[in-house]
């Protein structure tokens, strides 16, 4: 089992920076591919960004590349997402997952695992 937890979500005008947290816990979470998805109320949920176990290496949807930072801190088992450059667009509520796959899913069926969520708005 796998429990998470977002923290860091807000409101913030456009162009400005947050930071989420996703702190994992349960005994296997260290070895579980990390994904951060979004979603708006009456639309699917939707991949922003995935890292790896090891923190190795990461995927992007193209919305954000070059703005969103995800990053894994693997001593306090905590996963990051570090937006900046927000836009109106960006306003979702932010959820972590986690999956057991190696192959770096980009589709929230392959994760068992989730989050609250965090809400995040960018006003303009």
């Known amino acids: 089992q796998v429990q998470l937890e977002e923290f860091g979500g807000g409101l913030v005008q456009a162009g400005g920076s947050l930071r989420l947290s996703c702190e994992a816990s349960g005994r296997a979470s260290p070895y579980y591919h990390i994904a951060w998805f979004r979603q708006v109320p009456g639309k699917e949920r939707a991949f922003v960004a995935g890292i790896t176990y090891n923190g190795g290496d990461t995927d992007y949807a193209d919305s954000v590349k070059g703005r969103f930072t995800i990053s894994r801190d693997k001593v306090m088992n905590i996963v990051y997402l570090q937006l900046n450059g927000l836009k109106p667009e960006d306003s979702a509520r932010y959820y972590c997952?986690?999956?057991?796959?190696?192959?770096?899913?980009?589709?929230?069926?392959?994760?068992?695992?989730w989050g609250q969520g965090t809400q995040v708005t960018v006003s303009s």
């Open positions: 997952a986690a999956s057991a796959r190696s192959d770096r899913p980009k589709d929230k069926a392959s994760y068992p695992y």
